[in-house]
């Protein structure tokens, strides 16, 4: 975040993407995104990762650990895919209950749809909020996941913020994302595959480069693992620590609120 002084006034900016934009703007370009491509969101994934981001997904969910009885608060949660893991490793959405919060209504509605079309019905609560300021009262959820959300978010520290108040003492937090320079003996390869490939599939198949150009970008933008982690707890987290995925390509965090 970069103060700048415009006319006497005082601004944030903030990256989105490689741009830089005010702090009030951001939010309202990246819900535009996700509406944009919320339809094509899944598709989208499994071919950009061919398949790889289901056993990302399944790997943060093991971190989890989910018991019956869990209250889960996905946050970011996009279309439900950790919502709808976090019910096949507990037997069913009759045994816990998960919440869904994303900034995007189009991707809330994905999401709903989702859950309809697998027959989860009871369980599962679906709000349009923003992780910054989440719906939710202090000390109320037993876990917070958010997997490829936080780079999206204008202000990760208060939302990690926002993430410890909601979780009861002792409740897991478990974050999922890319990272900005994966391993140096995949360096190249992924840089051409992000850079080069991953904007022309999204104009192939969601007709939207530029959706896609803000992903890769993003994800350069993001901080190192271990500095995220030192933010993590800052937040009020202990016993952080993360783990590289696919040759650092993806990291994986977790810590408990204290
Ligand atoms: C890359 S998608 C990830 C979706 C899902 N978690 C998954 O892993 O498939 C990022 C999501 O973050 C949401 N998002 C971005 N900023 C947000 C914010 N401030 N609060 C809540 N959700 C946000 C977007 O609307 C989008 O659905």
């Not at 989890?64 to 976090?86: E, K, N, S, V, W």
Request: proline letters at 4%; one cysteine or more; a neutral charge.
């Amino acid at each position: 975040m970069n103060k700048k002084i415009n006319n006497n006034k005082e601004t944030i900016e903030v990256d989105f993407g490689y741009q830089n934009v005010s702090a009030e703007a951001k939010p309202a370009l990246v819900k535009d995104i996700f509406d944009k491509v919320s339809n094509k969101y899944d598709l989208m994934n499994d071919i950009m990762s061919i398949g790889v981001h289901r056993i990302w997904k399944n790997r943060m969910i093991d971190q989890l650990r989910p018991y019956q009885g869990m209250r889960l608060l996905d946050l970011a949660g996009g279309t439900g895919d950790i919502a709808l893991l976090f019910f096949e490793r507990i037997g069913g959405s009759q045994n816990g209950q998960a919440i869904i919060c994303d900034l995007s209504e189009q991707m809330i509605k994905a999401g709903q749809n989702k859950s309809i079309d697998k027959g989860i019905l009871h369980g599962i609560s679906h709000i349009v909020g923003d992780a910054e300021h989440i719906p939710l009262s202090n000390n109320s959820v037993d876990a917070c996941t958010i997997a490829f959300g936080i780079r999206n978010i204008t202000d990760k520290n208060q939302a990690l913020a926002e993430a410890a108040r909601v979780l009861k003492p002792g409740g897991r937090f478990v974050c999922l994302e890319f990272s900005p320079s994966p391993s140096p003996l995949i360096e190249k390869l992924y840089e051409f595959y992000s850079f080069a490939l991953i904007p022309i599939i999204g104009e192939a198949i969601a007709r939207d480069r530029e959706s896609y150009q803000y992903l890769v970008e993003s994800i350069r933008r993001f901080p190192q693992p271990e500095s995220f982690a030192e933010m993590i707890s800052k937040a009020g987290f202990g016993g952080v620590k993360w783990k590289p995925m696919s040759g650092g390509i993806a990291a994986l965090h977790s810590g408990w609120r204290t």
